[in-house]
T-cell receptor
Framework: DAKTTQPTSMDCAEGRAANLPCNHS???????VYWYRQIHSQGPQYIIH???NNETNEMASLIITEDRKSSTLILPHATLRDTAVYYC??????????????FGTGTKLQVIP | NAGVTQTPKFQVLKTGQSMTLQCAQD?????MSWYRQDPGMGLRLIHY???????DQGEVPNGYNVSRSTTEDFPLRLLSAAPSQTSVYFC???????????????FGQGTRLTVV
C-alpha cells in the first residue's frame, strides 16, 4: 500500500477555509485517495475520495496534484463541529487483487472560535 | 437501515478470558474489516474479509481470530485476552472488493475493551 504523510496537527479559525495536506508519493496509477474524519472517539466518517481529478461534495473539496503525489482536503468554511482527526488514505490492493484500507495517524484539526 | 452495528459497546475482561466482538451490517457489503485504535494513534487493521468464507490478515493479527460464514456478520474473537489488547475496536464494511475503489467504508461506533 502507498503510505501517506500528514501533519500531526493544525489550527483553523472558525469560518475560514481549512486546508489539510497529504503526501502520497508512492501512489500507483489505480489507487484512489480517500479522506475520512473521526470526531472525538466515534467511528470514522467518510468525507470524499478521488483518483485524478479534483472533486467536490457537500462536505469538502479534494485537490489532487497532477503527478498525484499529494493532495489537499479543503473544508471551505470550517465550523467548531469540524474539529476532528482527518485521515488521508490510499486504497491498496494485495497480491490476490483484493482491497485493503490502512490508516495512518492523521491530522488533528482544531477549529478555533 | 442500521448500517454497521457493533456489540457490545463496552467490555471489561480479565487476562486469559476469551470473548467475541460482534459486527453486523445490513447493506449487503462484500468487504468487512476490523481495526483497533490505541490512545493517540490511528487505526490499525487487524483482519479483513472480501466475502463469505474469505478472510485475510491485516497489520496486527496476532491474538485475534475471525471468520465470515455469512455476508452480514464478521465476528472478531480474542482467544486469550491480554492487557495489550486494551483498545477501541472498530468494524467497517464497504461494497466493492476488486474494483479498485470508489466506494466508501462505513464504520461502526466501536467497542471499548479493557483487559485487566
Amino acid at each position: 500500500d502507498a503510505k501517506t504523510t500528514q501533519p500531526t496537527s493544525m489550527d483553523c479559525a472558525e469560518g475560514r477555509a481549512a486546508n489539510l495536506p497529504c503526501n502520497h508519493s508512492t501512489i500507483s496509477g489505480n489507487e484512489y485517495v480517500y479522506w475520512y474524519r473521526q470526531i472525538h472517539s466515534q467511528g470514522p466518517q467518510y468525507i470524499i475520495h478521488g483518483l485524478k481529478n479534483n472533486e467536490t461534495n457537500e462536505m469538502a473539496s479534494l485537490i489532487i496534484t497532477e503527478d498525484r503525489k499529494s493532495s489537499t482536503l479543503i473544508l471551505p468554511h470550517a465550523t467548531l463541529r469540524d474539529t476532528a482527526v482527518y485521515y488521508c488514505i490510499v486504497r491498496g490492493v494485495n497480491s490476490g487483487g483484493y482491497q485493503k484500507v490502512t490508516f495512518g495517524t492523521g491530522t488533528k484539526l482544531q477549529v478555533i472560535p | 437501515n442500521a448500517g454497521v452495528t457493533q456489540t457490545p459497546k463496552f467490555q471489561v475482561l480479565k487476562t486469559g478470558q476469551s470473548m467475541t466482538l460482534q459486527c453486523a451490517q445490513d447493506m449487503n457489503h462484500e468487504y468487512m474489516s476490523w481495526y483497533r485504535q490505541d490512545p493517540g494513534m490511528g487505526l490499525r487493521l487487524i483482519h479483513y474479509s472480501v466475502g463469505a468464507g474469505i478472510t485475510d490478515q491485516g497489520e496486527v493479527p496476532n491474538g485475534y481470530n475471525v471468520s465470515r460464514s455469512t455476508t452480514e456478520d464478521f465476528p472478531l474473537r480474542l482467544l486469550s485476552a491480554a492487557p495489550s489488547q486494551t483498545s477501541v475496536y472498530f468494524c467497517a464494511s464497504s461494497y466493492s472488493r476488486r474494483t479498485g475503489g470508489n466506494t466508501e467504508a462505513f464504520f461502526g461506533q466501536g467497542t471499548r475493551l479493557t483487559v485487566v
